[in-house]
Each structure stands twice: as C-alpha cells, then as structure tokens.
C-alpha cells in the first residue's frame, strides 16, 4: 500500500473518529491491527488495503446520512450492512445527480422555448 494512502486512511479515522472496534468488525481484523495500523505499524499489505477501504466505505456513508438526516448515529460493525449501505448511497448519489441533470436539462428548455 502506498504511504499516501495509508496515511489518508488515518487520517481519516482520527478525523471522524471512527471506533477502532467498529472497524474492526466491518473488517473482519482483529482490533489490535486496527491499533496497529493507525499506529504506522507494519501489516499485511491485503489487511492495509481492507482497513482503508472499510475506513473510506464507512466515511462515505457517514456524510450520506450526515447529509439526509443530521444527526444520525449509524454503527457499521458488519461487513454485509456496510456493503449494503454503501450500495444504497451510492444509488441515492446517484438518483440525486440524475435528478438534478434532469431539473437542469428541463430549466434549460424553457429558458430556450420561453423567449
């Protein structure tokens, strides 16, 4: 794993401050290589790679929530409800954006056909 991208992923978790034991269990690691990883300590680069892309998944679907629902407190401990929640924001960001071309492609229309 690239140094950059690990330390992004830290900071990332120090930021947010996600629970080194929710990681953990959305992982599937153990939480002393969460520790360990937050840490800089050396790791098997495929438990690197998975703990920073749990730590992007569960970041993502924090500012989803954040956005719909201010003050929502979701808990990802598992990694089945956290790829099923990343999938559905990823649907509702993409529903949001198709909407939004759609309202800009309409307004467009009748800015044109309206003069």
Excluded: H
């Amino acid at each position: 794993m690239q140094y950059a991208t690990r330390t992004t992923a830290i900071q990332l978790i120090r930021d947010l401050e996600i629970p080194k034991s929710m990681l953990a269990g959305a992982a599937q690691i153990s939480p002393a290589r969460i520790s360990d990883f937050c840490r800089n300590r050396p790791l098997p680069t495929w438990q690197e790679e998975k703990i920073s892309t749990v730590a992007q998944d569960i970041a993502f679907v924090w500012n989803a929530f954040r956005r719909g629902a201010p003050g929502a407190v979701i808990i990802v401990d598992n990694p089945t409800i956290l790829k099923k929640l990343v999938s559905a924001c990823r649907q509702a960001e993409l529903a949001t954006e198709l909407n939004d071309a759609t309202t800009a492609a309409s307004e467009a229309f009748r800015a044109a056909f309206s003069q």
